[in-house]
């Protein structure tokens, strides 16, 4: 009699058991997807999903209008007050615009520029950025922050059509990268030696030998010069 109770009891216990783990199983799968359908519904009416149409340009362009590569790049992103983080995206050099895919949607749309603070993608750091350059040119957008210090180097890296009047030679996207040292200063404008040695008034003859000595051109690997003149520089205020 006492081995029955005691069986009934054990098969009692682990019927309840049963029951219960199989309670906690579905509450946990509709948790699941109560979460889901939740951060889904915060996606789509995300503000990081409204903009414009992106119209793709023309065909018969030779290259990329893109930077770096053609297909959506995980980005990260500042964009109305708010970080996201592995937004698909492509980054237009002709228009200077954001391009991301509609919530569960092919359909591309471009950023609101102005609501972009920065945005981190294929290793490039970019932030939005307005000033009055010391050639008096008056900036507006978003430039690839190569180096911050004391002193900063920007770069705007811009994409033009480029018709030739030869027939046979199609319509090319050109880049045309822009340079800027930034500093108590102001934003200067960087080209050659001259504009170089401008920006850095405050030990020229230091940066004029420096560049002499590693045979600076600032030509085709300006960026890489200016990128080893500026980390100079920033050793001398140590």
């Known amino acids: 009699m006492r081995s029955s109770f005691l069986f009934f009891l054990l098969f009692f216990l682990t019927v309840q058991s049963s029951l219960a783990q199989t309670g906690e199983a579905t509450n946990s799968m509709w948790q699941k997807k109560a979460t889901h359908l939740f951060y889904d519904s915060i996606q789509s009416a995300s503000l990081l999903f409204i903009g414009d149409e992106y119209l793709p340009h023309r065909l018969g362009i030779k290259g990329s209008p893109f930077l770096g590569d053609i297909f959506m790049t995980p980005t990260e992103l500042q964009y109305n007050g708010v970080l996201y983080k592995e937004v698909p995206m492509l980054y237009d050099l002709v228009r200077q615009k954001l391009v991301v895919n509609r919530y569960n949607d092919n359909a591309r749309m471009s950023l609101i520029s102005d609501k972009v603070k920065s945005f981190i993608t294929q290793a490039h750091h970019f932030e939005r950025l307005s000033f009055i350059a010391t050639d008096g040119t008056d900036k507006n957008g978003f430039f690839d922050i190569l180096l911050s210090g004391s002193n900063r180097l920007l770069s705007e890296r811009i994409k033009r059509v480029e018709i030739t009047m030869n027939t046979e030679v199609p319509p090319t996207f050109i880049e045309r990268d822009l340079f800027y040292i930034s500093n108590a200063g102001g934003y200067f404008p960087v ?7 401008a ?10 030998m420096f560049v002499r000595k590693k045979k600076f ?3 085709k690997e300006i ?16």
Do not use: C, G, I, M
Not at 191 to 197: N, T
Not at 223 to 238: C, G, N, P, R, W
């Open 191 to 197: 080209v050659d030696r001259k504009s170089l040695l």
């Open 199 to 208: 920006a850095f008034a405050a030990n020229k003859e230091e940066v004029k």
């Open 217 to 219: 051109k600032l030509k």
């Open 223 to 238: 960026e890489h010069e200016l990128l080893a003149v500026v980390t100079y520089y920033e050793s001398l205020l140590k």
